[in-house]
């Protein structure tokens, strides 16, 4: 049993390290911006991603474990500021397991010049759903402003700071990082191709049944 648990455990740190390395390379994980987390089903064992490191080659052995207040319970260095962000999240979902925030730059930069995505597809509809976190200084208070505004949403923008997904497993909240970019760029290519001309939307009866649906049409795509 306690092998099992190790094993597992061990999984899930590569895991960290394999999606830290591959969003860095989709350049939505920047040197020092950005970080992970992951909570071990059916227990309290979290790891992070340290900080102050370059996250471009991190190792499993770079990773920190934190309880469910954010606190270092082993590593070699220091957690992530954003630690409490993190595990305050896990605490208060039980549906959350995994956080990736990120410092993606299309993400980031709608979320800095207040753009509303319009319901271009299916994609764009949930982006233009998840709620903006109003800037709050880093650690306790911008984990504060993300339990105050995220609600059920598998997301956020963070104004003046990037964007967080969070999910059941980590592929869920990566996938969810990267469909926020890839809307970001259709967005700006578009108003560049059309700049003037109105977006073509999914019809208006399909947006309205997609909106009655809430948060739960969230599961479908992510
Ligand atoms: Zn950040």
Known sequence: MIEELQRKEAALK??????TNELFAADVIT???????ARLE????????PTRMFKGSLSTDDLIRVDLDGNMLEGKTRPSVEAPMHTGIMRAREDVLAVVHSHAPYATAMALCGVCVPPICFDGFLVSKLPVVPFAMSG????QAVLDNIGDWPGAFLQNHGMLAVGKTLRSAAN?????????????????LGEDSELKTLPPDLVAGLEAMGAQFAQLLV
């Open 42 to 49: 059916g227990t309290d064992i979290v790891w992070i991603t």
């Open 140 to 143: 306790e208070e911008l984990a």
């Open 31 to 37: 040197a020092s911006g950005g970080n992970i987390s």
């Open 176 to 192: 969810l990082t990267l469909t926020v970019e890839h809307i970001g760029k259709i967005l700006t290519i578009a108003r560049t």
């Open 14 to 19: 590569q895991q960290i390290v394999d999606v």
